[in-house]
């Protein structure tokens, strides 16, 4: 069965640091990886997915994802962090054989600091 | 250009008492997911719907029910609502499955079952 595990449910950066947020998977046959953004009071958003090729994922608003299958990853970063990027992120993983359903991870929520 | 709309955005139930949420999209999408999201659990899913007339069951079905009559509405019903199915409830949809497209959502519906 497929699951997601993001590490640390907050994580607090200061304005400019980078941002880098956990996510390891397990899956029994290669995965689909997402990320998905929650801003306050609304829903998911896609940030970037990765499906095949390229391992380096780029997204939207300068995040990215990098594919390591030898540690079961799939960890976002952004270099530089602002006020804006403030929201709940959530790893999400899928197989084929799953019906294309998504399974979620339990989210990490991102505070920045001025 | 609407995306997804659910209905309502907020309700509070009395144990016992029923009712249906609503979740409308006008992208001609042929999936739909309702989900629940609750605090440390990330989105479980629920009921999906691969296409007008179809439903199956997600992570969590037990004390919903969901139809699909029209193509553009997916329902999800509480016949008897329970304080455990307090949470935010989010539709989502998708022209070919959450792991080739991404997903649709929409703002939430907040349910408080007292």
């Known amino acids: 069965a497929q699951s997601v595990t993001q590490l640390g449910s907050h994580v607090s950066v200061s304005e400019g640091a980078l941002v880098l947020l956990r996510c390891n998977y397990s899956?029994?046959?290669?995965?689909?990886l997402f990320w998905y953004v929650q801003y306050p009071n609304q829903g998911l958003q896609l940030l970037l997915k990765?499906?095949?090729?390229?391992?380096l994922v780029k997204g939207i608003n300068g995040f990215e994802a990098e594919f390591k299958k030898s540690e079961t990853s799939f960890h976002l970063t952004k270099p530089s962090a602002h006020m804006s990027d403030a929201a709940e992120y959530f790893c999400?993983?899928?197989?084929?054989?799953?019906?294309?359903?998504?399974?979620f991870g339990t989210g990490t929520r991102l505070a920045v600091r001025p | 250009n609407a995306g997804v709309t659910q209905t309502p955005k907020f309700r509070v139930l009395k144990t016992g008492q029923s009712m249906t949420l609503l979740c409308a999209q006008d992208?001609?999408?042929?999936?739909m997911y309702w989900y629940r999201q609750d605090p440390g659990m990330g989105l479980r899913l629920i009921h999906y719907?691969?296409?007008?007339?179809?439903?199956a069951k997600g992570e969590v079905p037990d004390g919903y029910n969901v139809s699909r009559l029209k193509k553009q509405n997916f329902l999800l019903g509480l016949e008897s609502a329970a304080p455990s199915q307090t949470s935010v409830y989010f539709c989502?949809?998708?022209?070919?499955?959450?792991?080739?497209?991404?997903?649709?959502f929409g703002s939430g519906t907040q349910l408080s079952v007292l």
């Open positions: 989502a949809s998708s022209t070919t499955g959450a792991t080739n497209e991404k997903l649709f």
């Open positions: 899956s029994s046959v290669p995965p689909y």
């Open positions: 990765y499906t095949t090729g390229a391992t």
């Open positions: 999400a993983v899928s197989e084929k054989s799953s019906g294309d359903k998504l399974t």
């Open positions: 992208m001609n999408h042929e999936y």
């Open positions: 719907s691969v296409g007008e007339g179809t439903t």
